[in-house]
């Protein structure tokens, strides 16, 4: 039987024998992640699914009335993360909304992140990364001089005179 890479934490492993096609190995943190991969796109992918968990969690929320509020009395590390998350989110739901924005007026504020990736990540002593900052111009063709050019005859519709 051959040798596999995992998925999660890129180890090498030797699949179960009755289940030749496994793609992640044994370790616990590798299955937990396996499980909530699983759990995400059955969710996305079954209504059924997801309308059973979501009255599953109404159902708790029912029984534990005022556990959010006690919970992130007792946790001020966790509402700071999730402050951080949910910036994180409406950053990226602003930056999705950019797909044509060509208009200098419009251009919105973001900050951008660089990943690491792969098993030799971790072994890098020295990883500084310098914050940037990056704005993007397109040349502005010069109006004609030459003639008198007429506004509709300007690509822009604005030619020289042509009420400015």
């Known amino acids: ?8 934490c890129q180890q ?3 699949p179960a024998p009755y289940h030749p096609q496994q793609q992640v190995c044994s370790q ?20 059924l699914y997801a309308q059973v968990v979501r009255e599953s969690r109404k159902k708790w929320r029912d029984e534990h009335p ?4 006690r919970y992130r009395q007792t946790h001020p590390g966790a509402v700071e ?11 990226s739901r602003r930056l999705r909304s950019l797909v044509k924005n060509n208009l200098a007026l419009d251009l ?4 951008s992140e660089v990943w690491l990736l792969g098993p030799a990540a971790d072994e890098l002593v020295k990883n500084n990364l310098a914050a940037s ?20 005859e ?11």
């Open 1 to 8: 039987m051959s040798l596999r890479r995992c998925r999660y």
């Open 12 to 14: 090498v492993f030797q």
């Open 28 to 47: 616990p943190a590798c299955q937990r992640q396996r499980q909530r991969d699983y759990h995400r796109r059955k969710i996305r992918s079954d209504p």
């Open 66 to 69: 005022g556990y959010q509020k």
């Open 81 to 91: 993360r999730n402050r951080q998350r949910q910036h994180f989110r409406d950053q």
């Open 108 to 111: 919105r504020r973001c900050s």
């Open 133 to 152: 900052q990056q704005l993007i111009l397109q040349p502005v063709e010069p109006f004609p001089s030459v003639g008198h050019v007429s506004c509709k």
């Open 154 to 164: 300007h690509p822009s519709g604005l030619a020289g005179g042509c009420g400015l």
